[in-house]
Nanobody
Framework: QVQLVESGGGLVQAGGSLRLSCAASGHLFSIYSMGWFRQAPGKERVIVSAITLSDMITYYADSVKGRFIISRDNTKKMVYLQMNTLKPEDTAVYYC?????????????????WGQGTQVTVSS
């Protein structure tokens, strides 16, 4: 199994930056792609970004391309999401997940293991 714990959320002004971290435990981290999802109030949970295991191929939703950067450190079992130029519409609970990537264009993933989420609020 994989246990995931997110951190780094908070309140930031529009145009600012935040870095989310996801600490993973369990042996399955070494075979999974990883992803970040977000869920805004009253909306469905959607994929934001994903990164493959060894070749570190990255994928982004169109809404965050050019602003967010996903990375992972397999030796530390950590996944990161650097969020720049934040907008009020980025406000959501962000979830880290161990995922299976099912399609590239558009990005399609299935989340198998989930963290508890971290709140990101962007004020205008």
């Amino acid at each position: 199994q994989v246990q995931l714990v997110e951190s780094g959320g908070g309140l930031v002004q529009a145009g600012g930056s935040l870095r989310l971290s996801c600490a993973a435990s369990g042996h399955l981290f070494s075979i999974y792609s990883m992803g970040w999802f977000r869920q805004a109030p009253g909306k469905e949970r959607v994929i934001v970004s994903a990164i493959t295991l060894s070749d570190m191929i990255t994928y982004y939703a169109d809404s965050v391309k050019g602003r967010f950067i996903i990375s992972r450190d397999n030796t530390k079992k950590m996944v990161y999401l650097q969020m720049n130029t934040l907008k009020p519409e980025d406000t959501a609970v962000y979830y880290c997940a161990a995922v299976r990537i099912t399609s590239n264009h558009p990005l399609g993933v299935i989340g198998d293991y989930w963290g508890q989420g971290t709140q990101v609020t962007v004020s205008s």
